[in-house]
């Protein structure tokens, strides 16, 4: 048998056939969980919380992109400038957290 922890839920992952085990003291899975853990061995760790800095760039791109659209068509170069300039600082953080 293998478990996984996961974060900010209150259920145990049993790898073996994917069941979310609730961790509810009166549950016969959460008490075999627990004997197996009482017999030295250990849940898989919890995936890491992803970053919200980095959804919150991609949306602020995107943004970007559609705020392109009127200055590029419109050969507003000197506002498409700035808005590429934003573009990459944005790109380049998203890069040093990924």
């Not at 145990?12 to 069941?19: E, F, K």
């Not at 969980?33 to 890491?48: E, I, K, R, T, V």
């Amino acid at each position: 048998m293998n478990y996984k922890l996961f974060n900010r839920t209150t259920h145990i992952l049993r790898v073996d056939d994917g069941a979310m085990i609730p961790t509810d003291p009166l549950n016969a899975d959460y008490a075999e969980y627990l004997s197996w853990c009482a017999a030295g061995n250990s849940p898989l760790p919890a995936d890491p919380l992803p970053n919200p800095r980095i959804a919150q760039i991609k949306a602020e791109l995107a943004a970007l992109d559609a705020r392109r659209i009127r200055p590029l068509a419109e050969g507003d170069t000197a506002y498409l400038d700035g808005l590429n300039t934003q573009a990459i600082a944005l790109r380049n953080e998203l890069q040093s957290l990924t």
